[in-house]
Antibody, heavy 123, light 105 residues
Framework: QVQLQESGPGLVKPSETLSLTCTVS????????WNWIRQPAGKGLEWIGR???????NYNPSLKSRVTMSVDTSKNQLSLKLTSVTAADTAVYYC?????????????????WGQGTMVTVSS | EIVLTQSPATLSLSPGERATLSCRAS??????LAWYQQKRGQAPRLLIY???NRATGIPARFSGSGSGTDFTLTISSLEPEDFAVYYC????????FGPGTKVDI
């Protein structure tokens, strides 16, 4: 059973770079799209972007200038970097897998999620 | 950007009752719409994909319908564990989520 686990600093200073890692266990990172999604406390969900196992990326246009995602297949990990953070970036950050039925077709939904990691931006 | 609107914001019901949640898109998303359930302190859980397909392990009391701009999630008979927040999500251009509907007692 595939499981995802986010990790990284819980506190980041304004203007600095937020860096998170998501470790995939119980399955391979290959041939999947991996997404980052965030949720400010008490608010809704915002898609940050996705990275394919081969390294291709797509980002939310509103965050594109500050986001970098990558994948390390040898470690079964994906990473997120968000630069120049402000208090508005304070949120729970989730990694999530794009749903695939195993035949090579990818649906536009997220079937497996990590438990999330809280990141606070504050000095 | 495609904006999703969910109604009502809060739905107050009792166990055993039927819940009908609405999601409306600012432009057509065909049937590329998913529904999620989120309980406090937990990650969202995929319920429905492609508007009407139940995800693996989702009970039959959950059903989705709609196409284009108007979608509905129906819970036929609420169980105690169904009281949660429900989000819809589309994928045209890039994925966006609705603001959520809270189903409470």
């Amino acid at each position: 059973q595939v499981q995802l686990q986010e990790s990284g600093p819980g506190l980041v200073k304004p203007s600095e770079t937020l860096s998170l890692t998501c470790t995939v266990s119980g399955g391979s990172i290959s041939s999947h799209y991996w997404n980052w999604i965030r949720q400010p406390a008490g608010k809704g969900l915002e898609w940050i972007g996705r990275v394919y196992s081969s390294g291709g990326t797509n980002y939310n246009p509103s965050l594109k200038s500050r986001v970098t995602m990558s994948v390390d297949t040898s470690k079964n990990q994906l990473s997120l970097k968000l630069t120049s953070v402000t208090a508005a970036d304070t949120a729970v950050y989730y990694c999530a897998r794009r749903y695939s039925d195993g035949s090579g077709y990818y649906y536009d939904a997220f079937d497996i999620w990590g438990q999330g990691t809280m990141v606070t931006v504050s000095s | 950007e495609i904006v999703l609107t969910q109604s009502p914001a809060t739905l107050s019901l009792s166990p055993g009752e039927r819940a009908t949640l609405s999601c409306r898109a600012s432009q057509s998303v065909n049937t590329y719409l998913a529904w999620y359930q989120q309980k406090r302190g937990q990650a969202p859980r995929l319920l429905i994909y492609d508007a009407s397909n139940r995800a693996t392990g989702i009970p039959a009391r959950f059903s989705g319908s709609g196409s284009g701009t108007d979608f509905t999630l129906t819970i036929s008979s609420l169980e105690p564990e169904d009281f949660a927040v429900y989000y819809c999500q589309q994928r045209f251009s890039w994925p966006t989520f609705g603001p959520g509907t809270k189903v409470d007692i």
